[in-house]
Nanobody
Framework: QVQLVESGGGLVQPGGSLRLSCAAS????????VTWYRQAPGRQREMVAW???????NYVDFAKGRFTISRDNAKNTVYLQMNNLKPDDTAVYSC?????????WGQGTQVTVSS
């Protein structure tokens, strides 16, 4: 059974940092592209960043220069380091992986950026 578990969210002040984790069981993350998404209240889910099987990474514009996605194959975990957080970054962050019609989601972790 495949399970993705996100953690690391919380309340942080503007300008602060958080590191989110996406830990997997039942699937080897290094064999797939892993994507971080976020969804703010009243807004559609949007892509944040992804890391491909070969390790190349990509970011949407709002994440460039502030967020870093990485992978620890030994821990079967993908991370999202988020720096210089802004109130607009407040959302539930979720990771996704899989292939074709078979994809998996975690339950998400709440990130709240507020003073």
């Amino acid at each position: 059974q495949v399970q993705l578990v996100e953690s690391g969210g919380g309340l942080v002040q503007p300008g602060g940092s958080l590191r989110l984790s996406c830990a997997a069981s039942g699937i080897t993350l290094s064999m797939y592209t892993v994507t971080w998404y976020r969804q703010a209240p009243g807004r559609q889910r949007e892509m944040v960043a992804w890391i491909a099987r070969l390790g190349n990474t990509n970011y949407v514009d709002f994440a460039k220069g502030r967020f870093t996605i990485s992978r620890d194959n030994a821990k079967n975990t993908v991370y999202l380091q988020m720096n210089n957080l802004k109130p607009d970054d407040t959302a539930v962050y979720s990771c996704n992986t899989g292939l074709g019609h078979t994809t998996y989601w975690g339950q998400g972790t709440q990130v709240t950026v507020s003073s």
